[in-house]
């Protein structure tokens, strides 16, 4: 049907699938494709939301290049929603807007789990699903305000979870698969003493992506090492991928019936990394979930209430699953299976998750792609999900909104000079972009830092901010004016 939209000082008309009602900012549309007129013109920007965590995100003029990987369908897979993405136009998944040359935003934002698209070109905003069964929410207002009210609308349906994680180390941005027991355990004895709450050790502990077990590096076993991190005065943190496996683990060559499968019946490939194609866990399968529920009750009790479950993406995308439900709505399944075996004490943050449908479910997400100790991708212009400090930057700081779903991590910053390109300036943006966003990590181990760097972390890392946000990229972080706005 068509409508108008009246909002103060703007008519919107609109091809909606029912009757729209009224909700605290803005208007509930039902479920079904929505095609909004806009007054702004190509001149317009649009704002173009990733689906996982290191799917590009940010603002772009719709006369002018649009935001995503381009020209790599390997890349594709792994770090958007390959099924949909079309890098070549305006879009993105759940949520987008408009904002006019002076200033209004108009936006929609799906509040359901059916892969939802948006998009936009100089004359209309539109968004539709691949399984038609969430209702859409429609705002227009200040660029904070509509943003704040769809975040509000979204955590009303799907939930958050409160739990906060403190300061975290992580063993990645220092170590990365290069880990040891002698090697983590002397990492928690320097840091003993520094402000830091967690202790996650990153991937490379396990035999291989797929059996999460310990590694040969691990002689001891991985209860020692938590009980090495926590006899330090750590919370023992972990990496997982549980939804993934590398062809040669246990999994995929025992029982790949229990893989997400192709057309063809054969594992399909879901992604790529560590040199390999990998596949997904089938979620659906009973099981899967006794496997699933073995893999948590194991680590759990090892002493680790801290996971970095990462690559969950893989466990929505498209493919052929025992049972045929819409994809986000498996993916979520799984996630609520994984938080009833591990219970609420246990923080789990997402990593490469799919951003709306971990909602309720996780209490921290990661925001955008993997940082790095340098500013720009030389490697991969053009593709904003590669790691570098500045797209890990540019993501996170354009989804400083979703503060109100979950806690939102930027990734790790950097108090080194030793092994690392960044400069001081750059250094401080990474810094001050994870106070703004309040998630505080960092990689680095203390023997790599020299002794005023030692104290500049501590620091940072005991400190605590009063954010407000005066613009898209200008915050006022307690008395400081942090303006962004050069390294977007
Ligand atoms: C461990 C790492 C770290 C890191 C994670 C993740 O798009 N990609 O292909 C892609 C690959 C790896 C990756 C991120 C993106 O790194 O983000 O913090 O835990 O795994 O292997």
Known sequence: MQTTFAFDGLRVPANVSGPPRRTTGGWIVPAGPVALLHPFGPTAEFYRHGWNSWSPSGWTRLDGDTIGIKDSPERLLTADDAANETPHAHSGSAVGAVTSPDGGTLLVGSLGLGTPRVGADGNVLWARSEHDDAEWFVAHGTEQDVFAAYADQVAERLGRRTARAGTVWSSWYSYHEDITEERIARAAADLEGYPVDVFQMDDGWEPIVGDWTAGPDFPSGMAATARTIARHGFRPGIWLAPLIALPGSTIATERPDLLVAGADGRPLVTGHNWGSHYHSLDTTHPEVLDHLRGVFEQITADG???????????????????????????YRRAIEH????????????????????????????????????????????????????????????????????????PDSVYFRTERNLLGPDERRALQDTAAVLGFRSTSDPVEWLRPEERVEAANWLGGTAVVEQLGRYVFRVDDRLVDLTPSV
Not at 304 to 330: C, I, N, T, W
């Open 338 to 409: 994984v938080r009833a075996t591990v219970g609420d004490d246990v923080y789990l943050l997402g990593c490469g998750v799919p951003m709306i449908p971990s909602v309720g479910v996780f209490e921290g997400a990661r925001v955008g792609p993997d940082v790095a100790p340098f500013w720009d991708n030389a490697e991969r212009v053009g593709d904003p999900s590669g790691e570098g400090a500045r797209n890990a930057l540019v993501s996170s700081i354009n989804r400083v909104w979703m503060r109100r779903l979950y806690e939102v991590d």
């Open 304 to 330: 680790y209430s801290y996971l970095k479950l990462d690559f969950m993406y893989a466990g929505a995308v498209a493919g052929h699953r025992h049972v045929d439900l819409p994809r986000e709505q498996v």
